[in-house]
């Protein structure tokens, strides 16, 4: 039982190039998640997706895209890579909204020099 | 404004030394406060989901209880496994986001 797949785990980018995070769930969710962890300031949301066909911007959108691709995939796209993207990405899918559990990848660590 | 605020930030024990982590939150309309653990280059894991206050849940050494304004998060006699970052979130009437708080790093010592 795989879970929440994310890849790459590790990357550094040089600034201004373009990289596409991946994330795939195998438990049938229909909610899925993107965000950044940085020291000292938790986890924020840069996107979601409530169900497949749909996105929205979480807190901190910019400099980001997204695609959901069919009910079990959804990637990030950073079109051009700035250093302040440097960060850890994680991914989080949950069957819904309100009071369902996310279930989190294990996280793409993402260098930009 | 929306807000979780974690608190301490980081908090040392003696292995048996029981504590307490707090979660503060502003946000309209709780539909669920939610407690994750982290361990070093993994992603969080699930441990609990409070609904109303005045509800407890335990887990081992972990009991988490939840009011109007805030969690908590007890550790009873902890051990050094149960050294890790502990996170809350909550989420909100009618929205799809979770509201995550910074954290509260926690080294339990031998």
């Known amino acids: 039982n795989a879970g929440v797949t994310q890849t790459p785990k590790f990357q550094v980018l040089k600034t201004g190039q373009s990289m596409t995070l991946q994330c795939a769930q195998d438990?049938?969710?229909?909610?899925m998640y993107w965000y950044r962890q940085d020291p000292g300031m938790g986890l924020r949301l840069i996107y979601y997706?409530?169900?497949?066909?749909?996105?929205d911007k979480g807190e901190v959108p910019n400099g980001y895209n997204v695609s959901r691709l069919n009910k079990r995939e959804f990637s990030l796209r950073l079109e051009s890579a700035a250093p302040s993207q440097t960060s850890v990405y994680f991914c989080?899918?949950?069957?819904?909204?309100?009071?369902?559990?996310?279930?989190f990848g294990s996280g793409t660590q993402l260098s930009v020099l | 404004e929306d807000q979780v605020t974690q608190s301490p930030e980081a908090l040392r024990l003696q292995e048996g030394e029981s504590s307490s982590l707090n979660c503060s939150y502003t946000?309209?309309?709780?539909?669920?406060l939610f407690w994750y653990r982290q361990d070093p280059g993994k992603g969080p894991e699930f441990l609990f989901t409070?609904?109303?206050a005045g509800e407890e849940k335990e887990k081992e050494r972990l009991k988490a209880t939840l009011t109007k304004k805030e969690s908590f998060l007890h550790i009873t006699a902890p051990k050094p496994e149960d050294s890790a970052t502990y996170l809350c979130?909550?989420?909100?009437?009618?929205?799809?986001?979770?509201?995550f708080g910074s954290g509260t790093r926690l080294l339990v010592r031998p």
């Open positions: 989080a899918s949950r069957r819904a909204g309100g009071f369902e559990k996310l279930f």
């Open positions: 438990m049938n969710h229909n909610s």
């Open positions: 997706s409530a169900s497949e066909g749909t996105t």
């Open positions: 946000v309209s309309g709780l539909r669920g």
């Open positions: 409070l609904y109303s």
């Open positions: 979130a909550v989420g909100m009437d009618s929205s799809y986001k979770l509201i």
